[in-house]
């Protein structure tokens, strides 16, 4: 695996089509959509950039759930576990901030072989058991796993 496959095309192509159907503007989703065609440590830092403005705009719901809905397909879509974890910061962010996080969607979605996600699709099984053992590692991801534990180990 080369270093550029660490962030698949896919994921920036999720983001730019998510982005481009509503018309968003909102400088955190500008920053990690701008971090497509730079190296894999110029990437982290776009990511902890985000994260940054991402706590200034705090009070803006609809700007959470973009915000949540990107940092949450990003850290499925990676494609090893150092990359995964510079979204972390920004899918607990979110999931304080707001009633529902979209990271459990996605984690039954990424379980499941659900094609609406195109960035999750043909992930090794190797892969996706390799992202469900780093998910243990926070708080969020631990209470969505112990949710679905069930659908986990069904998958596994």
């Known amino acids: 695996m080369s270093k550029q496959d660490k ?24 920053k990690l959509v701008s971090c497509q065609n730079v190296s894999d440590d110029r990437r982290v830092n776009c990511i902890k950039e985000a994260a940054k403005l991402f706590q200034k705009t705090h009070d803006q719901v609809d700007q959470v759930r973009w915000i949540d809905t990107m940092a949450t397909v990003g850290y499925f879509a990676t494609n ?13 962010q979110a999931a304080r901030l707001l009633d529902t996080s979209y990271f ?26 390799l992202t469900i053992y780093a998910t243990l590692k926070f708080p969020l991801g631990q209470a969505v796993i112990t949710q679905h534990y069930r659908d986990t180990l069904a998958f596994l």
């Open 7 to 30: 962030f698949p095309q896919a994921l920036f192509d999720y983001w730019r089509d998510l982005i481009g159907q509503q018309q968003v503007s909102l400088p955190a989703l500008a």
């Open 80 to 92: 090893e576990n150092l990359s995964r974890r510079t979204f972390v910061p920004l899918v607990e």
């Open 104 to 129: 459990n969607d996605a984690y039954v979605a990424y379980i499941t072989n659900d094609s609406r996600i195109a960035c999750f699709n043909n992930k090794p099984l190797s892969q996706k058991a």
